[in-house]
């Protein structure tokens, strides 16, 4: 089944320690990005991946690092976790992106807490 | 950068009614205006999209517009189920940005009522 998913679902944290949020996509896609989903504030952009080592920032990458040493992996880190990153992180991932378009597959979401 | 707003943050309607949820953006160079669909506890999934050489486009009981001059596109659900209640997301995609961004609005929460 082609799917994107990612680990943990929730999560309960303290301040400070480092985590990291695992996404993974089996549909051999070029493109992944993350998303933060705060209530009224919608789906905001943290980093994307066009391809293998190929990262860039979105529009809230403060607090976030991402690698992509392998197609289907996208991990998010957050190396220092503050309590204004608490909220639900969504993975996705497309075909790559450009005038042909690409629907984007989003995972089942991660719930941070960070207390 | 671009920016899209969604009207209404919620919208209640009974079961069979019609609901219409309303975008704006603001990147002219948009080209690209897909509409996702949350349900609870799950990740947003596609449901319809549009390009911006086309005006409307139905998908059985959805259907979605776009009047590129004003820069705002438009979901329409007809004939409303229960099922259909969840969250909904507009978003646009520009040239600018190297088409490789998705901007979403805020999303507005449908509830249908039986």
């Known amino acids: 089944e082609a799917q994107v998913t990612q680990n943990p679902r929730y999560l309960i944290t303290v301040t400070g320690k480092k985590l990291t949020v695992t996404c993974s996509q089996n549909m051999n896609h070029e493109y992944m990005s993350w998303y933060r989903q705060d209530p009224g504030l919608g789906l905001r952009q943290i980093y994307y991946?066009?391809?293998?080592?190929?990262?860039d920032k979105g529009d809230v990458p403060e607090g976030y690092k991402v690698s992509r040493k392998e197609k289907r992996n996208f991990p998010l880190i957050l190396e220092s976790p503050s309590p204004n990153q608490t909220s639900l992180y969504f993975c996705?991932?497309?075909?790559?992106?450009?005038?042909?378009?690409?629907?984007?597959?989003f995972g089942p979401g991660t719930r941070l807490t960070v207390t | 950068g671009e920016n899209v707003e969604q009207h209404p943050s919620t919208l209640s309607v009974q079961e069979g009614d019609s609901a219409v949820i309303k975008c704006t953006y603001s990147?002219?160079?948009?080209?690209?205006f897909p509409w996702y669909k949350q349900e609870l506890g799950k990740g947003p999934q596609l449901i319809i999209d549009?390009?911006?050489?086309?005006g409307e486009k139905k998908d059985q009981r959805i259907a979605v517009t776009l009047n590129k001059t004003a820069k705002h596109f438009s979901l329409h659900i007809t004939e409303t189920q229960p099922e259909d209640s969840a969250v909904y997301f507009c978003a646009a995609r520009s040239v600018n940005t190297g088409f490789q961004k998705l901007v979403f609005g805020t999303g507005t929460r449908l509830l249908v009522s039986p």
């Open positions: 991946s066009m391809n293998v080592e190929v990262t």
């Open positions: 990147d002219s160079a948009s080209n690209y």
């Open positions: 549009i390009r911006s050489n086309v």
């Open positions: 996705a991932s497309s075909p790559a992106l450009g005038l042909a378009g690409g629907e984007q597959y």
